[in-house]
């Protein structure tokens, strides 16, 4: 959710390694910083979905739920495509491939 919010990936401290960085995120609740700008409602679900106890996180069900309320309603917040077109890119940048390389679908 936080790549979405602000379309690039997550950068930590690059000298650490995966395993390492797995022990801060699991038991020392590392998590990135989120923009005071941020929309709460969306700052707040996303940080519901950080939660330690797998219990207080929400479900892929209520994610959806909440996402089709929340367009059903008019919000302009993100739409399905602009977060396919961010995790398109996201995935290209991490494989070291630039987008411009890529033929569009047209």
């Given at each position: 959710?936080?790549?979405?919010?602000?379309g690039?990936?997550?950068?930590?401290?690059?000298?650490?390694?995966?395993?390492?960085?797995?022990?801060?995120?699991?038991?020392?609740?590392?998590?990135?910083?989120?923009?005071?700008?941020?929309?709460?409602?969306?700052?707040?679900?996303?940080?519901?979905?950080?939660?330690?106890?797998?219990?207080?996180?929400?479900?892929?069900?209520?994610?959806?739920?909440y996402?089709?309320?929340?367009?059903?309603?008019?919000?302009?917040?993100?739409?399905?495509?602009?977060?396919?077109?961010?995790?398109?890119?996201?995935?290209?940048?991490?494989?070291?491939?630039?987008?411009?390389?890529?033929p569009?679908?047209?």
């Amino acid at each position: 959710m936080w790549e979405i919010l602000y379309g690039k990936t997550i950068s930590y401290n690059q000298k650490l390694d995966m395993s390492k960085l797995g022990f801060l995120i699991c038991y020392r609740d590392l998590r990135p910083a989120v923009n005071k700008e941020a929309p709460q409602f969306y700052v707040n679900l996303m940080r519901k979905c950080w939660d330690k106890n797998p219990e207080k996180r929400s479900s892929a069900k209520d994610l959806y739920s909440y996402y089709e309320n929340m367009f059903k309603d008019g919000s302009k917040f993100i739409s399905t495509r602009e977060i396919t077109e961010k995790l398109s890119e996201m995935i290209l940048v991490s494989k070291g491939i630039d987008s411009t390389e890529v033929p569009d679908d047209d």
